[in-house]
């Protein structure tokens, strides 16, 4: 079966960096657009960024643009956020997500067909 698995979480002071991975098993993660969404504490799931299938397309939250980085690497079924910059109000789970790729990034939670069960991401003030 698909599994999305997310690793890399964890603590961090302001203005500090992690980097979150998920790992890819059961589908064509090259024919998959994969996305990286979070959700703080009594807060809705919200869109962090998305990378299409090759790589070539990238889109991101107008709250994470320039700070944040997706990547992808096929060979590995690996997709990554390199997050920099950190502000205490990142903290939240972090989710990766694939969306079968139409060549579109879709910032929608319901347009994406597998999650992962995602990641803790706390950065401290």
């Known amino acids: 079966q698909v599994q999305l698995v997310e690793s890399g979480g964890g603590l961090v002071q302001a203005g500090g960096s992690l980097r979150l991975s998920c790992a890819a098993s059961?589908?064509?993660?090259?024919?998959?657009?994969m996305g990286w969404f979070r959700q703080a504490p009594g807060k809705e799931r919200e869109f962090v960024g998305g990378?299409?299938?090759?790589?070539?397309?990238?889109y991101y939250a107008d709250s994470v643009k320039g700070r944040f980085t997706i990547s992808r690497d096929n060979a590995k079924n690996t997709v990554y956020l390199q997050m920099n910059r950190l502000k205490p109000e990142d903290t939240a789970v972090y989710y990766c997500?694939?969306?079968?790729?139409?060549?579109?990034?879709?910032?929608?939670?319901?347009?994406?067909?597998?999650w992962g069960q995602g990641t803790q991401v706390t950065v401290s003030s």
């Open positions: 990378i299409s299938w090759s790589g070539g397309k990238t």
């Open positions: 059961g589908l064509t993660f090259s024919s998959y657009a």
């Open positions: 997500a694939g969306d079968w790729d139409h060549g579109l990034i879709y910032v929608r939670t319901d347009e994406y067909d597998y």
